[in-house]
T-cell receptor, first 118, second 114 residues
């Protein structure tokens, strides 16, 4: 069965420092990987996705993520954090080989709360 | 959140009562989804629909029902059989692109039990 793990419940970063939010996944086939951000009492906003090709994916608001097949990871990164980046971040995975059945649904991690201090 | 609307923003349910959450999209997306969000548990899929008049159960469908009579609308009913309905409910929609599609989310409805 497919799964996704976000090993850190919370990440604390000083403004201006680089940030990393970790995500690892498990699928039987090839993964489609997504990152979303959620501000308090709001819906999820799409940041970026990996489908195929270049392992480094660039997304909205200066975020990027690196797909590492050998480590089954898709960590979210930003070179310089802003206080306004403080939010809840979700990684999600879909098994490309099982799309169309219940095993092909998008599976979300439990979320990582990012706190950026001035 | 643009393109997908959910109403109401807050909803209160009395014990034994059925309540319906509204989700409308103007993105011309074929697929629509309902998720439940509980603190520390991420999002869990309740129901999804890929075409009008058809829908499928997700991982936690018990105590919920849906309909898809129009492409733009996918209402969710929380029935009295759902014993722990307090949660944040999120509706999403997407095109269908062999799994590569991005799901776009509405602003959510918070359901509270009186």
């Amino acid at each position: 069965a497919q799964s996704v793990a976000q090993p850190e419940d919370q990440v604390n970063v000083a403004e201006g420092n680089p940030l990393t939010v970790k995500c690892t996944y498990s699928v039987s086939g090839n993964p489609y990987l997504f990152w979303y951000v959620q501000y308090p009492n709001r819906g999820l906003q799409f940041l970026l996705k990996y489908i195929t090709g270049d392992n480094l994916v660039k997304g909205s608001y200066g975020f990027e993520a690196e797909f590492n097949k050998s480590q089954t990871s898709f960590h979210l990164k930003k070179p310089s954090a802003l206080v306004s980046d403080s939010a809840l971040y979700f990684c999600a995975v879909r098994d490309a080989e099982n799309y169309g059945g219940s095993q092909g649904n998008l599976i979300f991690g439990k979320g990582t709360k990012l706190s950026v201090k001035p | 959140d643009g393109g997908i609307t959910q109403s109401p923003k807050y909803l209160f349910r009395k014990e034994g009562q059925n309540v319906t959450l509204s989700c409308e999209q103007n993105l011309n997306h074929d697929a629509m989804y309902w998720y439940r969000q509980d603190p520390g548990q991420g999002l869990r899929l309740i129901y999804y629909s890929q075409i009008v008049n058809d829908f499928q159960k997700g991982d936690i469908a018990e105590g919920y029902s849906v309909s898809r009579e129009k492409k733009e609308s996918f209402p969710l009913t929380v029935t009295s059989a759902q014993k722990n309905p307090t949660a944040f409910y999120l509706c999403a929609s997407s095109n269908l692109a062999g799994g590569q599609e991005t799901q776009y989310f509405g602003p959510g409805t918070r359901l509270l039990v009186l």
